[in-house]
């Protein structure tokens, strides 16, 4: 789908759609959100003992569907406990990316996102396409230093890395490994 000066317009990450599915599984296995934050939390129950990390917090998870955004890193605990991939919430015009599922990961650690391994892609089809940082920006509807920030970032907006793997026509689940951290 075309736009100004040739663009495509990129699908939008609907951040509702996966709460409702949360939500959905939530009330199908009787959970209630105390229940299930810590079920997300026991997915990764070995990693978090091992950390003595803090668990997820119930009010924040009923929160999320009201704020309309959830960073990349929260939304694979929701991901990877309802079976889903990001590509399933997007909105607008899909790049279809083949059906590519999210790596496994066992209770010894968490799906991450890679932002230095996104930026770095990101990086070099920029280069390819002769594109200026603000230039790429205006394609993806962001600032110039979001997208030069994943570089280093260890937290992106989900909406955001899904605009950027659908402007390299690629799965998320490329971009996204089990980590020990």
Same mark, same amino acid.
């Given at each position: 789908?075309?736009?100004?000066?040739?663009?495509?317009?990129?699908?939008?990450?609907?951040?509702?759609?996966?709460?409702?599915?949360?939500?959905?599984?939530?009330?199908?296995?009787?959970?209630?959100?105390?229940?299930?934050?810590?079920? !997300?939390? #026991?997915?990764? *129950?070995? %990693? +978090?003992?091992?950390?003595?990390?803090?668990? $997820?917090?119930?009010?924040? =998870? &009923?929160?999320?569907?009201?704020?309309?955004?959830?960073?990349?890193?929260?939304?694979?605990?929701?991901?990877?406990?309802?079976?889903?991939?990001?590509?399933?919430?997007?909105?607008?015009?899909?790049?279809?990316?083949?059906?590519?599922?999210?790596?496994?990961?066992?209770?010894?650690?968490?799906?991450?996102?890679? !932002?230095? #391994?996104?930026? *770095?892609? %990101? +990086?070099?089809?920029?280069?390819?396409?002769? $594109?200026?940082?603000?230039? =790429? &920006?205006?394609?993806?509807?962001?600032?110039?230093?979001?997208?030069?920030?994943?570089?280093?970032?260890?937290?992106?907006?989900?909406?955001?890395?899904?605009?950027?793997?659908?402007?390299?026509?690629?799965?998320?689940?490329?971009?996204?490994?089990?980590?020990?951290?």
């Amino acid at each position: 789908m075309a736009t100004l000066a040739g663009m495509r317009a990129l699908p939008v990450f609907d951040c509702s759609a996966p709460i409702s599915a949360l939500d959905a599984q939530r009330a199908d296995r009787g959970l209630g959100w105390t229940a299930l934050a810590a079920e !997300l939390w #026991q997915q990764s *129950a070995e %990693l +978090n003992a091992q950390l003595a990390d803090h668990s $997820l917090c119930p009010g924040a =998870l &009923a929160r999320l569907a009201t704020r309309g955004a959830m960073s990349c890193q929260y939304a694979l605990f929701i991901l990877r406990w309802i079976g889903r991939v990001p590509e399933d919430f997007l909105t607008g015009p899909v790049v279809d990316v083949g059906d590519v599922p999210l790596p496994e990961a066992g209770t010894g650690s968490r799906l991450r996102w890679d !932002l230095a #391994q996104v930026y *770095a892609a %990101l +990086n070099e089809r920029r280069r390819e396409r002769q $594109l200026t940082w603000a230039e =790429l &920006a205006e394609e993806l509807n962001c600032t110039p230093s979001r997208l030069t920030n994943l570089r280093t970032a260890r937290l992106a907006d989900m909406d955001l890395t899904m605009r950027v793997t659908q402007w390299l026509g690629q799965p998320a689940a490329l971009y996204v490994h089990p980590v020990q951290w």
